[in-house]
């Protein structure tokens, strides 16, 4: 009878224990791995982590999903994404490590003008320019000038640069016409001079 109860206490023990150790199971990531593999494409300084996301494995066969933050990548790796090119940035979490692909280009400029200049002839300088959000710290060039006074129509470029952007040039032309000179003003009368044997001279008159 005893060894009954012994035998029948072993076999409930048996049954019990993996259900007890199966609850008292501590919870680990056993892998991790991005949600996705795409690789996008940034402009320097505008990487967000908010686009990505990790997928974490336990062990107890949960799976959830973690947004990526600057706290999963090493310091050296966070530098490229302040390089141009294509980078390999690896991912760690809690132990585990993954990795996923981007691609840094430079910035390129937006809402920049080179508009053309139409007018007519001043004697003053007509002056061309570029315009619009053109970034702090910029160098535009001009060729072959951005002043013209005289009449004509002139072809101009302007190259700009940028510390992280990428070069870009702009075309543009300037016509200056000819001015209309209102000659009501103006006289240029004969003049009648006898002989002396000197020169003699004749002149526009008038508001010039």
């Known amino acids: ?18 259900c007890i150790l199966s609850a008292c199971q ?3 990531v056993s892998s991790i791995s991005m949600v996705s593999d795409v690789v996008n494409t940034y402009a320097i300084g505008e990487f967000s982590y ?10 107890t066969e949960k799976v959830e999903e973690v947004e990526l933050t600057a706290d999963m990548i090493s310091d050296e790796d966070e530098l490229k994404l302040l390089q141009e090119g294509e980078h390999t940035i690896n991912v760690s ?3 585990k490590e993954c990795s996923f692909n981007v691609k840094i280009e430079r910035n390129s400029f937006k809402n920049v003008e080179f508009n053309p200049i139409e007018t007519t002839y001043t004697g003053e300088a007509v002056i061309v320019e570029v315009t ?3 970034p702090e710290g910029a160098e535009i060039i001009y060729s072959p000038a951005n002043s013209f006074v005289n009449a004509g129509e002139y072809e101009v470029s302007a190259t700009i640069s940028c510390e992280n952007y990428a070069t870009k040039t702009f075309n543009t032309t ?5 001015a209309n000179y209102d000659m009501s003003g103006i006289t ?6 006898p002989y002396t044997g000197t020169a003699h001279r004749i002149e526009i008159s008038g508001q010039l």
Do not use: H, R, T, W
Request: glycine letters at 2%; proline letters at 2%.
């Open 93 to 95: 979490y809690k132990k």
């Open 50 to 59: 908010a686009d990505y996301k990790i997928s974490v494995s336990y062990n």
């Open 132 to 134: 619009g959000d053109i």
């Open 174 to 178: 300037v016509k200056i016409s000819k």
């Open 1 to 18: 009878m005893v060894k009954k109860i012994k035998y029948a206490f072993i076999l409930i023990v048996l049954l019990i224990c993996p």
């Open 26 to 28: 501590i919870e680990m």
């Open 188 to 193: 240029f009368e004969n003049k009648f001079f």
